[in-house]
């Protein structure tokens, strides 16, 4: 079974989805996001296999998601700023072959698995 996993190291939340998906036997391929950011287009997929608008995988805690207008913005532009800024981009979201889940709380990736 394979999974990929936007992950931050720093994040708890991350880091414990990752440890799920390692003890549930997926072998897991780890995209630290902030240092490889995925594209607009990749984040749109991502966000549509989920059955989510992009604006509810926006973070908003320590960013300047709300400096920048963000929350209410349409998706184009959260996808816009997600892109050029990777911070934007709530952790972890988590796709395996059953679909795409982000990863708050961690129990949401048992839908996926």
Do not use: F
């Amino acid at each position: 079974m394979k999974a990929t996993i936007w992950h931050n190291p720093r994040c708890s939340k991350s880091r414990a989805a990752l440890q799920l998906l390692r003890d549930r036997g997926y072998d897991v391929e780890v995209v630290e996001y902030l240092r490889d950011p995925p594209l607009r287009e990749t984040l749109a997929r991502l966000y549509r296999a989920a059955g989510m608008e992009p604006a509810e995988g926006l973070r908003i805690s320590g960013t300047k998601a709300v400096e920048l207008g963000l929350p209410g913005a349409s998706a184009d532009e959260v996808l816009d700023a997600m892109a050029a800024d990777p911070a934007l981009i709530e952790r972890p979201l988590v796709e395996t072959a059953r679909g795409v889940r982000l990863g708050r709380p961690t129990e949401r990736l048992l839908e996926i698995m």
